[in-house]
Each structure stands twice: as structure tokens, then as C-alpha cells.
């Protein structure tokens, strides 16, 4: 069994894998890291346990000391220059999230054309990876949710929107939902029309995936904890 951790800014996301399947997959909390101790005694010892942590140090440490009985199996993963088919073009590579870079591997583990890799969460990243598999480039953007909290706390009369979409709002928290989902869409968008290649996909994965994608207006596909196929293809490298 492969046990994969994706440790991001708002929650921790794990999966159990093996003989070919997700066996199960949750998320909790950061405040919640107390639970990954019930899994250590659910599930037995892994063959390897994957983190991809970009919540800082502490987060990482609360993580391991829960799971401190596989700690013999445990590897934190860092940002390559190149793995699993998938060469880093970032100028410095070990400066890339591992978060993206992680998305960016089971991008290509699902297909191997050019993809637009959309991570949608706290942050929004929106990364070009090429037919031969070189990242070459991306963006990152406030997710819809900063956006609200940004536009209550740092504009005066402004709410936190609680909204919805609209064409053409006409109530003040729907053309600030509206507004982020626009922002959201737009950016990707834009993206898409810049990559090239034949059989250029988009895939979007994180929290706020659903409900962009709504709005999207161009050929994508959801593909849920893209991170942790990443985590699996690097532990299937080793």
C-alpha cells in the first residue's frame, strides 16, 4: 500500500492506494491532524508514505508525529528538476510548490499531450505543461474565496459576499461572487488560448474546481486531487 499526503494551505487531503485503486481518500483540518493517528492504527504499515506539504513546518511536524509508527516508510517530497516524465522549467526548480509540481506529475500520469493544470483552492495556479512534458510556465492568483475575504476586509462597505453567479449582476454580493468566478475563468482561459500543441487539454482539480468549471468556456475535465496521482507516481519512481 502507497499512503499519500497532500498538506495544503487550508487542509490536509490522504489517500490509501493499492492493487491498482484508491482504497480511500479523505480530508481534514490542519486543526484536525489529531485524526491521521486513528489511520496509522486503521490501515497497516505502508509500503511508503508520500507528503507533499506547502503549509509550512510546523503543519509537517504535527503530521509526522501522528503517524510516527511509519515513520521508517516516511519521505516529504521536494520540487525535481525532473521525474516521472516531467522536466521542471521553472528557473530555480526547487522553488516551484510541491503542490504544483506534484499536480504537474499526475497531469502527465493521466495523459501525455499538452495540458493546461489548474489547481483551485486557497490560491488559484494555472500551469502550461507541453506534449514532451516540460513545464513551462504558470500563474497564481488569489482563489474565489481570498478574493471575498480580500474585497470585506480591505474596501470599506463592501460585504463578505455570500452570492451567486450572474450574467450581469445586479445585487452587491453577486457581482462580487460574480466577479471572482469571472476573474477565475478569464485567467484560464486566456491560458488555454496560449498553449500549444495538438490535443491541448485543461484539467482542474482542488475545492473550487466544481465551481469554476461551471462557468468555463472551454473543453475541460475535473480531476480531483491531481497532487496525490502525483504523490503515487513518485512513490511508484523510487
Not at 27 to 34: I, M, P, R, S, V
Request: proline share 4%.
Amino acid at each position: 500500500m502507497i499512503f499519500c499526503i497532500d498538506s495544503g494551505n487550508s487542509r490536509i487531503k490522504w489517500g490509501a492506494h493499492a492493487d491498482g485503486r484508491w482504497l480511500a481518500q479523505g480530508a481534514l483540518g490542519h486543526d484536525e491532524a489529531g485524526a491521521l493517528a486513528a489511520l496509522a492504527d486503521q490501515w497497516p504499515m505502508p509500503a511508503r508514505v508520500m507528503l507533499a506539504n506547502v503549509a509550512g513546518p510546523a503543519a509537517a511536524g504535527a503530521i509526522r508525529a501522528r503517524l510516527a509508527a511509519w515513520s521508517a516508510v516516511f519521505l516529504e517530497v521536494r520540487s525535481e528538476a525532473q521525474r516521472c516524465g516531467v522536466t521542471n522549467g521553472y528557473e530555480n526548480p526547487a522553488q516551484l510548490g510541491v503542490d504544483r509540481w506534484c499536480a504537474l506529475i499526475g497531469a502527465r500520469r493521466l495523459a501525455a499531450v499538452p495540458t493546461l493544470v489548474v489547481m483551485a483552492g486557497t490560491a488559484t495556479t494555472i500551469d502550461a505543461l507541453d506534449g514532451d512534458g516540460v513545464f513551462r510556465g504558470g500563474f497564481i492568483l488569489p482563489g474565489i474565496d481570498l478574493m471575498r475575504r480580500v474585497l470585506a476586509s480591505d474596501t470599506a462597505g463592501l460585504p463578505l459576499a455570500v452570492g451567486r453567479h450572474a450574467a450581469w449582476p445586479r445585487r452587491t454580493d453577486d457581482a462580487i461572487f460574480s466577479g471572482a468566478i469571472e476573474a477565475q475563468a478569464g485567467a484560464i482561459e486566456r491560458a488555454f488560448a496560449r498553449l500549444e500543441g495538438a490535443g491541448k487539454r485543461c484539467l482542474l482539480s482542488g475545492g473550487n474546481a466544481d465551481a469554476i468549471s461551471r462557468h468555463l468556456a472551454l473543453p475541460h475535465s475535473v480531476a480531483q486531487n491531481l497532487p496525490m496521482e502525483g504523490l503515487l507516481a513518485l512513490a511508484e519512481d523510487i
